[in-house]
């Protein structure tokens, strides 16, 4: 069965200091994977998403970067953090061979505080 | 933007009453989802409904769509303090492939 592997499950970082958060998806391959932000009490906010090695889609200019480095691994980073970065990040992924999305799988997410 | 709005925001009922969420969005879709979210943790899937679609159940949730008016309405029948969580529509639009778009949710409330 496929899972997915979010990690830190929490963090606070101070303004300024890097930022790297990575997910992993097992038991599938070619996935679509992404990145989402959630501020408090809000919806999701979609970040970054990706249909290959390689190929990062950006939904929003910010300050953060995302990277897929191997098949199932999705980067999330930051080289220098502002408070608004603060939030509830979230990585999904869904099945790469369907020409549209019907499910995404979600991790269980990272509270980033940026202080 | 492609989605809209969800209301209600908040809902809070009692037990074994019926919870009624509704969403708009704003361009044509291929495909609408619910998820819902609890506290503090990842979205989990609950259903999809086909733009060609009008209706859709799965156990106790009631999906409908009306394209003509852009809007979908996910009812909980039954409610169980269980179903307590936040809601959250999405969209997949007619030609956005694999672009998922969220609301902004309605946080449902069951009191035992």
Redesign the interface.
């Given at each position: 069965s496929q899972t997915i592997h979010?990690w830190p499950a929490t963090l606070v970082q101070p303004v300024g200091s890097p930022l790297s958060l990575e997910c992993t998806v097992e038991g599938t391959s070619n996935p679509?994977l992404?990145w989402?932000r959630q501020a408090a009490?809000?919806?999701?906010?979609?970040l970054f998403?990706s249909?290959g090695i390689g190929q990062i889609s950006s939904?929003v200019p910010q300050n953060l970067s995302a990277s897929r480095p191997q098949d199932r691994q999705f980067i999330l980073s930051s080289k220098k953090l502002l408070l608004s970065d603060s939030g509830?990040y979230?990585c999904?992924w869904?099945p790469g061979r369907l020409?549209?999305?019907?499910?995404?799988?979600?991790?269980?997410?990272t509270?980033l505080s940026v202080l | 933007s492609q989605q809209g709005e969800e209301d209600p925001q908040a809902l809070s009922i009692q037990e074994g009453e019926n919870a009624t969420m509704n969403c708009s969005y704003k361009t044509s879709i291929n495909n609408l989802q619910w998820y819902r979210q609890n506290s503090g943790r990842g979205l989990v899937h609950l259903i999809l409904i086909r733009s060609n679609e009008r209706e859709k159940h799965s156990g106790r949730l009631r999906v409908t769509l009306d394209t003509s008016k852009k809007s979908s309405s996910l009812l909980i029948t039954a409610s169980r303090a269980a179903d307590t969580a936040s809601y959250f529509c999405a969209t997949v639009a007619l030609r956005g492939g694999f672009k998922t778009i969220f609301g902004a949710g309605t946080r449902l409330f069951v009191k035992a």
């Open positions: 979010q679509n992404y989402y009490g809000r919806g999701l906010q979609l998403y249909v939904e509830f979230l999904a869904s020409a549209t999305n019907e499910k995404l799988f979600f991790g269980s997410g509270q | -």
